[in-house]
């Protein structure tokens, strides 16, 4: 049965629907992709003039110093945080505004946010500016229906997610942000399903091989040593080796889908010989041995591994290469890692949000872990708060395809499920 608190905010999220669609299309039509970090700057202005009337003061904070950051390609971030009326704790929604590269196979406009049989269209509708459209849409909602409550409801909206974070969740992390004594609770709406909890996420580690030949004329090859044969070698034994190893491990999280509920690694690319032609080039590349290979790799990893083992395991196939290779010389090197984490279930945001669920959707959460990282690393791992979420609308398989989109009526639930989770976070005077 429905209390008076959930019909209020029922209400007044229904109220919303056009606005949210609104919204959500207007987010769309901002093409704020990375690489290379275009138009961030212009959604941070656009909450800001949208949230800022509202009464929430408004924060647009550059990543001045991080690698990413530049004039031509500014990293920009949102932050807006409305206060009740009394003390309280603090219920952070947190979002990313890059997308990723559009690709091919559209049937419609990837920046057009059309409206067809129920849902948005567009790149990033998905992956995240659906769940962030919801998000706000929730915290307005609230504090417009309950606006004598304790405490203080943030919205933020951060770059560079999809790249690793480090100029967005992890800068603003950095800064003190995320403190467990300004911020308490942290929801962070990708797209997981409406009914699903996300509590953390694998390990990464990305690294960079490197096999070394000798160069020559590619007329007499035998007074070179090629690079590439050399990756060959090391490409066979990891199909004998490596990728059976990895195959036998196994987690306990709840990790989706179930593929990745053991080890893997994907080789992100690779690269050997002369460098890429210019695209007005239309001569014949020169006859070269290459003595140079390169691959990157892209291991994912359990939380009850260790990354010091991990490591291991790809030097010891290397070096079990170079025993039995005559020449073979490599060099490994570190680009990327990230520790596995994954939330308590009976975390102070996890239980309230299971409860919202329940009452909203009828139906009991399932809980999830993801099969790749986000912005949750940063909020644990640097800003010390351990009571974080992912939570949001959207089907996460969809994420980074063509004609992505999202469902309205999934934004619509989750909308009111993160309304009626700061009702029951955030208390009201009775």
């Known amino acids: 049965m429905s209390t008076p608190v959930q019909n209020a905010l029922r209400d007044a999220i229904a109220a919303r629907r056009d606005d949210l669609v609104k919204l959500t299309q207007d987010l769309i039509r901002i093409p704020s992709l990375n690489p290379p970090g275009e138009k961030y700057l212009d959604v941070c202005e656009y909450l800001a003039a949208r949230m800022e009337p509202k009464g929430f003061k408004v924060e647009l904070i550059r990543a ?183 195959a036998s491990k196994r987690t306990e999280m709840p990790v989706v889908p179930e593929g990745a509920r053991q080890s893997t690694l994907n080789i992100n690319s690779m690269h050997s010989g002369e460098p890429a032609v210019d695209p007005d080039h239309h001569g014949l590349p020169t006859p070269l041995v290459p003595d140079r290979c390169k691959i990157t790799i892209d291991r994912r990893f359990l939380i009850e591994e260790d990354l010091a083992e991990v490591k291991r395991e790809v030097t010891a196939m290397l070096d079990s290469v170079a025993a039995r290779r005559p020449g073979f010389d490599y060099e490994i090197r570190d680009l990327f890692q990230v520790i596995p984490t994954m939330t308590e279930r009976n975390a102070p945001v996890v239980r309230t949000v299971a409860s919202a669920i329940e009452e909203v959707l009828q139906t009991q959460p399932q809980y999830v872990v993801s099969p790749g990282t986000y912005d949750h690393k940063h909020v644990t791992q640097i800003g010390g708060l351990d009571n974080c979420i992912a939570y949001g609308p959207g089907i996460l398989d969809l994420a980074h395809q063509p004609d992505e989109w999202i469902g309205i009526d999934d934004m619509m639930d989750s909308a009111e499920v993160m309304a009626l989770t700061l009702a029951k976070l955030l208390p009201q005077p009775n």
């Open 64 to 246: 001045r110093g991080e690698a990413a950051d530049s004039d031509k390609y500014p990293r920009w971030n949102f932050i807006a945080r409305h206060e009740g009326t009394r003390p309280g704790e603090c219920v952070h929604f947190n979002s990313h505004h890059d997308v990723v590269e559009v690709g091919h196979g559209w049937t419609t406009d990837p920046f057009g946010g059309e409206v067809k049989d129920g849902r948005i269209y567009g790149r990033g509708s998905c992956d995240m500016k659906g769940g962030l459209a919801t998000s706000i849409i929730a915290a307005e909602a609230f504090v417009d229906t309950f606006p004598d409550y304790a405490g203080a409801v943030e919205v933020s909206s951060v770059a560079d997610e999809e790249s690793g974070g480090h100029a967005g969740a992890a800068f603003l992390a950095n800064k003190g942000y995320f403190n467990p004594d300004r911020v308490q609770h942290v929801i962070i709406p990708e797209p997981l399903n409406k009914d699903r909890i996300c509590l953390g996420h694998r390990g990464v580690w990305w690294a960079e091989i490197e096999t070394k030949g000798r160069i020559a004329h590619g007329s007499m090859p035998f007074l070179g040593d090629c690079a590439v044969r050399h990756m060959g070698a090391v490409l066979d034994e990891m199909e004998a080796t490596l990728f059976p190893l990895l």
